[in-house]
């Protein structure tokens, strides 16, 4: 059974900085792209960052030179470097292991509990 952990959210003051961690157990690395997604109060979820298997990133244009994604398949973790962070950038953060194939990221039923990204002065 795979599982995902997200953490390293928190309450941060606007232009502040944050690393999200995401631990998964299971073989969901290995193979798999994994994607962050988050979702503001009263909104959609939605995919902010992508990382394949091989390590290429893809990033929504709202977060695209402020976000970075990583992942390090030996510890089984991603991370999500958040610089220059913005109130609308509040959020619950997830993470989720699934398929990246033509472009599109394809997300698995895997999910964390999700991570709080707070940004207030």
């Known amino acids: 059974q795979v599982q995902l952990v997200e953490s390293g959210g928190g309450l941060v003051q606007p232009g502040g900085s944050l690393r999200l961690s995401c631990t998964a157990s299971g073989s969901i690395f290995s193979t798999n792209a994994m994607g962050w997604y988050r979702q503001a109060p009263g909104k959609e979820r939605e995919l902010v960052a992508v990382i394949t298997a091989r390590g290429s990133t893809k990033y929504a244009d709202s977060v695209k030179g402020r976000f970075t994604f990583s992942r390090d398949d030996a510890k089984n973790t991603v991370y999500l470097q958040i610089n220059s962070l913005k109130p609308e950038d509040t959020a619950l953060y997830y993470c989720?292991?699934?398929?990246?194939?033509?472009?599109?990221?394809?997300?698995?039923?895997?999910w964390g509990q999700g991570t709080q990204v707070t940004v207030s002065s």
């Open positions: 989720n292991g699934g398929t990246y194939f033509s472009a599109t990221y394809y997300p698995s039923n895997y």
